[in-house]
């Protein structure tokens, strides 16, 4: 490691600034984990429609369950966040130290504006359907805070997705910090805090064992920095591209493996240790990320057009589809329970909220976009085509 991770040696030349960066693939990884969760959440629903939502099991209270995909989409969304917000900051270094205030305003306008309107819409229809809720939990929604109420149990409907974007806000808000550190530290301090959060998480595990007491637990597998932080050391190693890192997640056995969890995920049989799911998934994601940008044995390629797109506008297929669900459901009420149902419905509302979501990146969203690469020293395109 040492000899791979010094502040100087190996840095590509300030010259590479000047062109947008653009990491090939990673389009795909997030149109996979988008459409992941709006899956599974299409599969709790189906009970809106007369349908049943428990096609693929049921959890420990005898409920629905759907498919664990909407929780794996989302490590899936917090590892490449990761690694991509640390590559970018890696190259920004390049040319200065990092300029926080800029950092914020950049993820401001990419977060924030479609993040309030959207609660704003929720809240109203919250309001006018008369859907039970806990007054209490809005101002964690308002200050980016949602996975506070979703672990006490007290999520507002429509809403309950949000607490992801609370874990990103908040992992944000400390980060950008940690990565003024040189290089080397960062590396460092980043394995550190993977090994005690992960430790920390095991601990609260066999306190809920052995006790009961279930929330600390639970704080953790939602509140799941060290997910963010796998991807953080990930981008470090390739910034450097460390050999034996490179060498080994891009080997085919590895290749193969990680798409393999992606199958196993899927077809709802992926499971280690309920304690350890996550992380698996997120080491697995880095794999994959490193299997796209690099080109070398990816197996499959997520490099095109249809997933380029989708991945595009992921956060607003991620953000708008709930209230798709809510309203398709009020629409419809129930359907004969056959497949022909079960298919249009998860075809309509797929279908739906790609529409919609294009809708908000092309005239809502881009607006925002526009005014955030004034504050970017490294600019970031979102699709080959944008270079």
Not at 102 to 124: E, K, Q
Not at 128 to 148: D, E, H, K, Q, R
Request: charged share 15%; net charge positive.
């Amino acid at each position: 490691m040492r000899d791979s991770i010094t502040e100087d040696k190996n840095q590509p030349s300030n010259s590479s600034n000047k062109k947008a960066v653009y990491l090939p693939g990673l389009n795909g990884l997030r149109a996979i984990a988008a459409l992941a969760v709006v899956i599974s959440h299409i599969t709790l629903g189906l009970a809106g429609f007369g349908l049943d939502n428990k096609l693929f099991g049921t959890d420990r209270d005898g409920h629905g369950s759907g498919l664990p995909l909407a929780g794996h989409g989302v490590t899936i969304f917090f590892t490449l966040s990761g690694f991509l917000i640390t590559f970018l900051l890696l190259k920004e270094k390049e040319v200065h130290p990092i300029k926080i205030k800029d950092f914020y305003i950049r993820r401001i306008l990419r977060i924030w504006p479609l993040y309030y309107l959207y609660f704003l819409i929720s809240l109203a229809t919250i309001l006018i359907y008369g859907l039970p809720y806990t007054s209490a939990s809005i101002p964690f929604y308002i200050f980016l805070a949602a996975n506070v109420p979703t672990i006490l149990d007290q999520a507002l409907p429509l809403l309950t997705h949000y607490w992801s974007l609370g874990v990103e806000e908040q992992f944000y808000l400390f980060f950008p910090q940690l990565a003024r550190l040189n290089n080397k530290k960062l590396l460092k301090i980043t394995l550190v805090l993977i090994c005690a959060l992960i430790g920390l998480k095991f601990g609260f595990w066999l306190l809920y064992k052995k006790t009961g007491q279930e929330i600390p637990y639970v704080a953790m597998g939602i509140t799941r920095f060290h997910t963010m932080l796998i991807g953080v050391a990930g981008a470090i190693l390739y910034y450097y591209k460390n050999q034996k890192f490179l060498q080994v997640t891009t080997h085919i056995i590895t290749q193969g493996m990680a798409w393999g969890v992606v199958l196993l995920i899927g077809l709802n049989k992926f499971h280690i240790a309920s304690f350890i799911n996550g992380e698996i998934v997120s080491v697995f994601t880095v794999i994959l990320i490193m299997g796209q940008i690099t080109k070398r044995n990816n197996i499959i390629n997520l490099e095109n057009k249809v997933c380029d797109f989708i991945g595009k506008i992921s956060y607003g297929i991620y953000v708008i589809h709930p209230i798709l669900i809510f309203y398709f459901s009020k629409l419809l009420g129930n359907l004969k329970d056959n497949f022909a149902n079960y298919l249009f419905v998860y075809l309509l509302i797929t279908t739906a909220t790609i529409l919609m979501a294009y809708l908000s990146y092309e005239y809502y969203e881009k607006w925002f976009l526009k005014l955030k690469t004034r504050f970017a020293t490294v600019k970031s395109a979102s699709t080959k085509d944008s270079l």
